[in-house]
């Protein structure tokens, strides 16, 4: 014989089931970012929040929808969302090698700048008296070894010119010190975090100097992996909108102008 249940006891199972479905649809949002580990003023930094983690914390606002931000070395971020071990990953710039396992924000056949996160560009450091030059189409001398950050995008650029690059080392401070020994002949670094270092460091002004015109400047994105955007495709999108929104509003500039 079939024992029927309370109306009580159906009303709280019933309630249960809608708290479990609550409670995966809250962790299945939870949105899991990579973003690299080392200082790059003004956008990342270790001892308070950069410009690209307060650029999130708004989106995170506008979307209603936890994110979760992971510092860890950019090759490996970069290999984590290759894996799907992250859904996104923060300040990335094109290259098409990594548009096969990650998507950028598109327009019909190319990428669209105007969901950027931000605009940036890379600068040579050299010792003052040293000898190297860049132009903006050829560096001297050809034979210079130049250092530059593990698994950045300026490392392929150096190598299209046919110098030889150090990348072993992820950290700026690390690569200014190989220049100080001797190491290499020149860095490539974001020209902002370049600065930053060497208006902080006045020995370090004494003996480096930055050439004037940028290596290149180029945007950079919140990139997602292909996988999650095959599943979540529109809230992606929503989030590249929100980006857009949230950089161009008087909000943000105002965090803008107290790093200047």
Same mark, same amino acid.
């Given at each position: 014989m079939m024992t029927k249940t309370p109306h009580s006891g159906r009303a709280l199972l019933l309630l249960c089931s809608l708290l479990a479905l609550l409670s995966i649809e809250a962790t299945a949002t939870e949105l899991k970012f990579c973003t690299e580990s080392e200082d790059s003023y003004p956008?990342? &930094?270790?001892n308070r929040k950069g410009l690209s983690i307060i650029l999130l914390e708004m989106v995170e606002k506008r979307i209603s929808q936890k994110i979760l931000i992971d510092a860890i070395p950019w090759k490996r971020c970069l290999q984590e969302l290759k894996a799907g071990h992250y859904d996104g990953a923060v300040n990335a710039s094109f290259k098409t090698d990594r548009a096969e396992? $990650?998507?950028y924000p598109m327009t019909v056949d190319k990428v669209d700048i105007s969901k950027r996160m931000l605009i940036d560009s890379y600068s040579l450091y050299r010792l003052k008296g040293s000898k190297v030059e860049w132009d903006g189409k050829v560096f001297k001398p050809d +034979? $210079?070894?130049?250092? $530059?950050?593990?698994?950045?995008?300026?490392? +392929?650029? &150096?190598?299209? &010119?046919n110098l030889k690059v150090d990348d072993s080392s992820g950290s700026t401070e690390i690569n200014l010190k190989k220049l100080l020994l001797g190491r290499v002949t020149a860095v490539a670094l974001p020209t902002l975090q370049g600065d930053n270092l060497l208006n902080k460091d006045t020995e370090l002004q004494k003996k480096i100097e930055k050439i004037a015109l940028p290596l290149i400047e180029k945007p950079y994105y919140l990139i997602f992996s292909k996988p999650f955007f095959a599943q979540e495709g529109t809230l992606v999108k929503k989030i590249w909108d929100s980006i857009e929104l949230t950089r161009e509003s008087a909000e943000y500039k105002k965090q803008m102008d107290l790093f200047k």
């Open positions: 956008w990342i &930094l270790k396992f $990650a998507v +034979d $210079a070894i130049v250092g $530059a950050q593990t698994g950045f995008s300026v490392v +392929d650029q &150096l190598k299209s &010119l």
